[in-house]
Structures are given as C-alpha cells and as structure tokens.
C-alpha cells in the first residue's frame, strides 16, 4: 500500500432530528395534550490517532465524511434516536488544519488523543416544549439544527527519536535495515526513498527507539526543490538527529561543503530544526579515503565524528550509544495539552491550561492574563483596548513584565471569542503565527450551557459567555438576570436550571450618542464621564442616559415578573461593560439602591473574559 501524508477531506456532523407533534388520545383519558417529543441530536465526526495505522493510505480514497442524523421525535413523549459518531483513525503526528481559514485545528501527538472536528447538530424541540398557560395545545414543533461542516487537511509528521538526514545516496536507508528489521527500498541511484521508513534499534534486548530513514535533501529544500516541504516536515518531529555524511560523493562534490549545505537548508526553514542535537557520521567507512574525511571534518567542525560501514558493522555500536546519550539529554515528545476537544486527562497541572483569553467586539479587543487561585483558574486583570493589530506583540510584551506571578513557559494557550468574525480571525490568525496554542469558541455548541431559544446560533457568543460564567456563580435553582452594558446593551435571563433564555437588545448609550454626533451637525463630540444623570433629562445627553437606564430597568423588572410564576427566589443580577458602574451609580442616584425589588446585584467587568475561561477549560476536560 503507498504511503500518504497529506489528504484533503469534507467532514460534516449529523443533523439534528425534528421534533413531533403529536397529541394523547387514549381511552377513558380527554384532553390527553400535546405529547411529542424532541428530536434526536446529530452525530459527531470525530478524528482519532491509532497506533495501528502508519498512513493516511485508508482514507485517502473517501472525500466526504458525514455522520449520522438524529432521529425524528415520536409520539407519547418519545425522544429522537441520538445520530452514531464517525470516527476518522488516523496515525499519531496527525495534524489537522482548516482549509479555507488555514490555521491549525488540533495537533494529534499521542495514541489515543482524539477531537470533534464537526459537531452534530440539536434535534428540535416537540410540541410537548410549547405547553404554556396561555397555550395549552400547541401544534408547533422546530427542526433539527444543521450538523457543522468544514474541509480539512490532515497531515501526517512522522513521530520518530532519531530521524537520518544527509544527501541522496548517502547510505540511510541501508544503515536502517541494518539496525532494524525495517525492509526500505535500497537501489544505487538518488532519491531511492521517497517516504519515511520507521525501525525499532533494540538496545540490550530490553530498550528500544524508533529510528527513521527520511527522504533526501538537496539544495533549495526550504524552497521545495527535489521533495523539499514534503522532507522537512518529517524532520520536525524527531527529537535526535543523525547527519549521514558521503565521504566519496559520486559528482565529486566536497564533503564537508556538502554536510553545511544541509545544514543551511534545515536553519532557513526553520531555526529549531537546526538547534535539535545532531550526532555526525561519515558512512561507508569501508572505502579508501573515508579516514581522512572524517579526521578532516572533525578537525573542521571541532566536534565528534564517527566513521561507520552498514556493510562491514565498524563503528555502528559507538552510532547507537551517541544517540541514545543524545536521546536521554533530550525530553520525549510529550503532547502538551490541547484545548478544544481533547478526551484524555492530560495531567492535573496542565489540563484545561489557558494563559490568556480575549474578547474580540466590534471597536476594541478586551485581553486577560490568567492565573490559577486557590487551584482554579481565573481572570486576573481586564484590559480593554482599541482594536490595533499592528501592536498586539508590544501589548503582550508590556503584560508579561507588568504581571510577575504570570509565569508562562514557551508557547501560550490562548482562548478567544467575539461577535466580530472578520477581526476575531486577525487576531487568531496573529496567535498562530506567534506558534501558541488556540481554541476558538465561536458557536454556541462549544459552550458549556444549555440555550433555550429558538435560533441559538443568532444569539451572540458574548452573550452566552456571560451566562457560562454566570452559570458557575450560581447556587443551584437560582436564576439570574444577565445585564451588559456596552456600546449596546443587553439583558438576558438564566431560569431556575441555569438554562439561557435570551431577553432583550437595544443600543447603549455610546451607541445612540455616536449616532446623534455622526447625524446631527451642532452637536459637538460629546464623551460621556462617570457621574450619575439626573434622572429623567431635560437635555440630550442626559436623556439618552435616562433613557436606557429606564430600558433596563423595563427589561429586568419584566424578567423578574416572569420568573415569579415558576421560581420561588429573587433572581441573581449580574452586570458587565463599560458602562456597568455607570448604571449601578444612576441606581444610587435614584435612591434605589434595593432595586430591582430587592434582588442581589453583582458587577463583574471581566464576566464575559471569566466565561471564556470557563468555556475552554470544559472542552479540554
């Protein structure tokens, strides 16, 4: 079977099965009522790493991925048939990348690790959800949510501990089935090898390392020439690397100029290849002239060189003894843990690990560096700043000296979200740049909450992510009123389940007052300050403050209305934004400091960042 390591593949989760409508109607029992049940959930797609495949050869023949959908509810309450995952087995070293947006989705490091690249879609709610006071036999029903779909690019980077670089023709793949029971292609001409070639070196009968034959590199890799990318790659993932040097090059090019060129190839496309450990090696040691070679590059180079012959044995045991003392100065490959999806315990110190999560809205980038306090991570400062991506870096570099208990080792893990697609993707396009690590929570089935309303993919993320952080606050069977106050505002509301059920939006303060600025010529450029408004105003400013206080008020004292028919309690008031203590400062103004009707307020400025966390921390658990 051939060998293949790169495949472009469609992937789409389950549709979610519709609801029934449906009514009792059973002897002896009148009015028996709506009794149709939810639809079934989609099925998800799922790619998972294997140690029983070493390709991607068993996939590479099937382009379109579906999973199965949810099934339709029934009658007598009977929920939908829940859609089967799919599950795509693919080699460890996987990595999985998202065509059309190009940034990488998940890196699959281990066997065993696994993530939903398409979630199936939730089956639609039965007549038997619309049951209400004022409706007491509803005919409606909703239909399934669509499944996610998307194309990817699987690529596989071959997991090795030692890797074999030099030029074609160098000895590799021989010096491989000399040490291993590995059979690689061997023939006296260049490019023999045009795949990776894995084999176990036994050590003493007990220990072992994976050794790998890698394809050939000529000047211009870093560029693609000869297999170029399709080399280099390869090499990434090998933690020793063992340079094969020709003492007698056939086109009677210089040994050592040859062994640099290598070397440069590797640096230019990426430095940390070239600073990886390297063990040099003049081959077929045999041939007349090999000695002085390897005594001329050791006296060159001013570091060890060893000669060796795959054909005769000489110096193949002293090979093996410098990689394993390279191997043991150098960590394995552990797979760091990865956030958005991963189902394995990565460890109690790094699972759910995220460094810095971020807000992206229509105007600015809200940021905050996180720390772990008590054990649990938290948001230790917000800082809200004008959308700039030409000085994100210096940000960043000013955070990490402002906060010292922020300790941070090599790449970060960043958690973002936002009501703004365009700029959202600039800034996740920038983290991946910098190498960190990404999830993006940009739907609302990545989320670790429950949303009641129809549509919920029209619902803003930021909205869900206040009532996730929300959600965490709450006791159980208190509901809670949801206020964000920004250049719109927002008041949503959470039952007594903690389930989301919307509310209301309508614009804020700065909105309306940008508005009056941009269309009416005599009003100057008015910044609203801290103080409290008289309440109501006579002129405009204020009245545009009084008028959205009022607005907010109408919202709250109608969701706390509703709530009084099903919940016992007072519900729970949770306010963010930017003008969050602009509100609560016009509620002391008004001598209303109990209001609304009594109900405890809670003002939160980094609640939406807090649900960020809390949102990429349950998808990697």
Same mark, same amino acid.
């Given at each position: 079977?051939?060998?293949?390591?790169?495949?472009?593949?469609?992937?789409? *989760? &389950?549709? /979610? $099965?519709?609801?029934?409508?449906?009514?009792?109607?059973?002897?002896?029992?009148?009015?028996?009522?709506?009794? %149709?049940?939810?639809?079934?959930?989609?099925?998800?797609?799922?790619?998972?790493?294997?140690?029983?495949?070493?390709?991607?050869?068993?996939?590479?023949?099937?382009?379109?991925?579906?999973?199965?959908? *949810? &099934?339709? /509810? $029934?009658p007598d309450k009977c929920h939908g048939k829940r859609g089967a995952e799919l599950i795509i087995l693919v080699p460890? %070293?996987?990595?999985?990348?998202?065509?059309?947006?190009?940034?990488?989705?998940r890196d699959l490091k281990a066997p065993g690790q696994e993530v939903v690249i398409a979630r199936g879609g939730r089956g639609g709610r039965g007549n038997l959800a619309f049951v209400s006071s004022t409706n007491r036999a509803p005919r409606a029903i909703q239909p399934g949510t669509p499944g996610e779909e998307r194309w990817i690019v699987l690529e596989l980077k071959v997991i090795a501990d030692a890797g074999l670089i030099g030029l074609p023709n160098a000895g590799k793949s021989t010096l491989l089935s000399r040490l291993s029971h590995a059979q690689p292609e061997i023939a006296d001409y260049p490019f023999?090898?045009?795949r990776p070639n894995l084999g176990l070196v036994t050590i003493g009968g007990e220990r072992a390392f994976v050794l790998a034959d890698l394809p050939g590199l000529i000047e211009g890799a870093h560029h693609g020439v000869g297999l170029g990318h399709e080399f280099l790659r390869h090499v990434e993932r090998t933690r020793v690397l063992v340079h094969?040097?020709?003492?007698?090059?056939?086109?009677?090019?210089?040994?050592?100029?040859?062994?640099?060129?290598?070397?440069?190839?590797?640096?230019?496309?990426?430095?940390?290849?070239?600073?990886?450990?390297?063990?040099?090696?003049?081959?077929?040691?045999?041939l007349i002239g090999a000695a002085a070679v390897r005594e001329r590059m050791e006296r060159e180079l001013d570091r060890e060189v060893l000669a060796i012959s795959a054909v005769t044995g000489e110096g193949l045991s002293q090979l093996v003894q410098a990689v394993v003392q390279r191997l043991a100065e150098v960590p394995p490959l552990i797979p760091a843990p990865l956030l958005g999806g991963e189902k394995e315990d990565s460890g109690a110190d790094d699972a759910g690990r995220v460094d810095v999560v971020a807000d992206v809205g229509n105007s600015r980038v809200k940021w905050g560096p996180c720390i772990r306090v008590g054990g649990e991570p938290a948001v230790v400062r917000l800082a809200s700043l004008e959308y700039n991506p030409d000085d994100w870096e210096g940000q960043l570099t000013r955070w990490k000296k402002d906060f010292a208990?922020?300790?941070?080792?090599?790449?970060?893990?960043?958690?973002?979200?936002?009501?703004?697609?365009?700029?959202?993707?600039?800034?996740?396009?920038?983290?991946?740049?910098?190498?960190?690590?990404?999830?993006?929570l940009d739907h609302y089935s990545r989320l670790p909450l429950q949303v009641g309303v129809d549509e919920p993919e029209r619902v803003g993320v930021d909205r869900l992510l206040n009532a996730v952080a929300a959600t965490a606050k709450l006791p159980p069977h208190q509901p809670a009123i949801?206020?964000?106050?920004?250049?719109?505002?927002?008041?949503?509301?959470?039952?007594?389940?903690?389930?989301?059920?919307?509310?209301?939006?309508f614009p804020g303060v700065r909105l309306m007052t940008r508005a009056l600025h941009d269309y009416t010529a005599q009003l100057p450029d008015v910044q609203i300050g801290?103080?409290?408004?008289?309440?109501?105003?006579?002129?405009t400013i204020p009245a545009i403050q009084a008028g959205v206080f009022w607005a907010v008020v109408g919202g709250v004292e109608?969701?706390?209305?509703?709530?009084?028919r099903s919940a016992p309690g007072m519900p729970h008031v949770f306010l963010t934004g930017g003008d969050a203590e602009w509100i609560v400062g016009a509620l002391d103004a008004a001598d209303a400091a109990d209001w609304p009707l009594g109900c405890p307020r809670t003002v939160w400025p980094e609640q939406t960042l807090h649900g960020v966390l809390l949102s990429a921390a349950a998808l990697s658990s």
């Open positions: 079977m051939a060998f293949v390591d790169r495949v472009t593949l469609f992937v789409k *989760g &389950g549709d /979610g $099965g519709p609801g029934c409508c449906s009514f009792r109607r059973e002897k002896y029992i009148p009015k028996g009522g709506p009794d %149709g049940g939810d639809g079934g959930d989609g099925g998800d797609v799922i790619v998972r790493a294997t140690p029983d495949a070493d390709s991607l050869a068993d996939i590479v023949n099937r382009k379109h991925w579906r999973a199965e959908n *949810g &099934g339709r /509810g $029934g460890p %070293g996987t990595l999985i990348l998202d065509r059309d947006r190009k940034n990488v989705l023999t090898t045009k094969l040097v020709e003492p007698l090059p056939p086109d009677g090019s210089d040994p050592l100029q040859n062994y640099q060129t290598i070397r440069r190839e590797l640096e230019l496309y990426r430095p940390e290849l070239a600073a990886k450990p390297e063990v040099i090696a003049v081959s077929k040691a045999e208990d922020w300790k941070t080792h090599g790449s970060l893990a960043w958690a973002v979200a936002g009501v703004h697609p365009e700029r959202r993707d600039q800034l996740c396009a920038w983290i991946l740049a910098r190498g960190d690590r990404l999830v993006l949801l206020v964000d106050a920004g250049s719109a505002v927002t008041v949503d509301w959470l039952d007594e389940e903690h389930v989301f059920r919307g509310g209301s939006i801290p103080p409290a408004p008289a309440l109501p105003g006579r002129s109608k969701i706390i209305d509703r709530l009084r």
